[in-house]
């Protein structure tokens, strides 16, 4: 009846199907029967006489889905989807040309190696005219569940050498997940803690966080991949430091 703050999406469901309201950038959503209602202005006066005046720009979509509620429903990933679209991104002839040229030398003439930053390289797979079929495939940061969502990846605040990454749980659920870190992300990985919001590690005072490392599994694949595991309740969020060999 009242309305309530939602990001991304507000959903209506019964056993076994339901329609979410999706949106790019609004947040006030209410409800009254089977009516659903997104806020697009509230426009008010005070303390800012001039709120919300002029051009508004805004998407929105009607998702309906089989499923009871939008966890069965994939509501949360196609709320993502709308909110960031895929990107396509195309190489010049000449420029992949001429990386295929700086690799003629190698053994395998489809790999390089480009120097992205000074604490790690960004690896690329460029198809080769002898294997036209082969595609880049490789994700920075995998989960194994699909209820815990990446929302974040950033430098630290206070060591620019170091990634942090932001994660929920999504669906109402507990339990444990794994997650693998590429080694285009992160090559050696040191260590894995996690931390408050503010990037901040527990104290003897506080206890909020355990202070002991995350133990970590590495070369799981024989290809450079990390493993670790995390245990979320119900809509937690977690954030984890990645901290690379110096």
């Known amino acids: ?3 309530v703050v939602g990001h991304r999406w507000a959903d209506i469901s019964e056993e076994g199907y339901g329609v979410a309201l999706l949106n790019d950038c609004k947040y006030g959503y209410s409800a009254r029967k089977s009516n659903i209602s ?3 202005l509230r426009s008010s006066k005070a303390p800012n006489p001039h709120a919300d005046m002029g051009e508004h720009r805004f998407r929105y979509a ?3 889905h089989q499923g009871s509620g939008p966890s069965e429903g994939g509501v949360v990933e ?3 989807s709308l909110n960031h679209p895929l990107r396509v991104v195309s190489l010049l002839r000449d420029r992949v040309e001429e990386m295929q040229q700086q690799q003629a030398s190698t053994e395998n003439k489809g790999r390089m190696t480009v120097d992205s930053s000074s604490s790690s390289s960004l690896q690329t ?3 080769s005219k002898k294997e036209p079929s082969k595609k880049l495939q490789a994700s920075l940061i995998r989960t194994d ?3 815990v969502v990446l929302t974040a990846m950033k430098q630290a605040e206070d060591d620019p050498n170091c990634i942090v990454i932001r994660m929920y749980e999504a669906k109402g659920g507990r339990g444990k997940v794994g997650v693998s870190i ?4 992160v090559e050696f990985l040191q260590s894995v803690h996690e931390v408050n919001i503010l990037e901040e590690e527990g104290n003897e005072e506080t206890k909020t966080l355990s202070r002991a490392p995350i133990a970590i ?8 991949h990390h493993e670790f595991d995390l245990y979320f309740k119900p809509f937690e969020i977690k954030t984890i430091i990645l901290t690379p060999n110096s």
Do not use: A, I, N, T
């Not at 599994?217 to 450079?224: A, L, N």
């Open 62 to 64: 009607l998702y309906p």
């Open 38 to 40: 997104l806020s697009l």
């Open 217 to 224: 599994r590495r070369d799981v694949d024989h290809q450079g």
């Open 125 to 127: 797979e460029l198809r």
């Open 182 to 185: 590429s080694p285009l992300l």
């Open 1 to 3: 009846k009242f309305e």
């Open 78 to 80: 196609e709320g993502y």
């Open 145 to 147: 569940s699909d209820r």
